[in-house]
């Protein structure tokens, strides 16, 4: 099969690599169509605390199941299916507290094992879920954001009623926004891009003076943290979504502030399997609309095209297909 394939960080290729075949408790997905997003940039460009080389990235993934392995439910069989892209041991301290994405033991579809850039991608068969036969695959390829998406509101604790301030207007500032919304929240995206500003109703920058209880920064940017911890409430919450690059740190952090606010700092890294049940619900019911937001289709052989859109953030979402 034709795959994309990282040997070493800053490159990729394009390889014709043996079909895999799935082994006991696994299943093969035919892949349909996979999402791009800006982690699939930084692993290639960058490389990934959590990658291992060489990889097949891709950890937003949705197909149907054409093999199965041994002691696998032969049901699975053709069955429409969205991969959570985690693999947790479910007996370590985080799996038992509801925190599988941090999982001692945690393997990652596209870090660890390989990923969906590819025709054909092997999955173990407690991380499929299946997709209603309403939803298309390419909304139901949208759940792994916004699973992401729904640990950062989680980890907030986010209520109704209150001020959620959001960086960034593209696909994951957009279905936080969404997604915040959709649970009450009081929502302001911050967006210095034109066009993306337009379509969210964002606006460039805050009023100097106003505060809010929930700030989340959702693009990789040392300027929107430093703007996300001045804007916060007392008793805020700032949102760590998205990381930064190693050398980064927030100037405008003050442990003082913290102190005498009683704010809080938390991170958000990935999602746990039920964000990702969630998440199916939320789009197939129409709660949180996606299909608006895809703007790129492109062919996998089209992978240089489509990772530069995603780095000078043209367009909205890029979906790839095999």
Known sequence: M??????????????????PVPAQNEVRVHVAVTGLCRTDLKIIEHGHRDLTLPRIPGEEVVGIVDAVGSQTDPSWLGARVYLYPGTACGICPQCLAGADNLCRGMQIMGFHRDGGFASHVVAPVKSVLRIPDKLSFEEAVFAE????????????????GERVAIW???????????????????????EPDGARRERAGAVVTLPAHERFDVCIPAVGSLEAYDQAIVALSPRGRLVAFSG??????????????????EQRV??????????????????????????DLISHRLPLTALAEALDLVRHRTGMKVHLYP
Not at 151 to 157: F, I, S, T
Not at 169 to 190: E, N
Not at 251 to 257: A, E, W
């Open 2 to 19: 034709q795959a994309i394939v990282i040997h070493k960080v800053g490159a990729f290729e394009i390889e014709e690599v043996p079909l």
């Open 145 to 160: 954001p916004l699973s992401c998406c729904l640990n950062a509101l989680e980890r907030a604790e986010l209520k109704a």
């Open 168 to 190: 960034g207007a593209g696909p994951a500032g957009t279905l936080l926004a969404r997604a915040a919304t959709q649970r009450g929240a009081k929502v302001v995206q911050v």
């Open 244 to 261: 930064l690059l190693p050398g980064n740190e927030p100037s405008r952090l003050s442990i003082n502030l913290i102190h005498y606010l």
């Open 266 to 291: 938390v991170g958000a890294y990935g999602c746990a399997f039920r964000h990702g049940e969630e998440a199916i619900q939320l789009i197939a019911s129409g709660a949180i609309p996606v299909a």
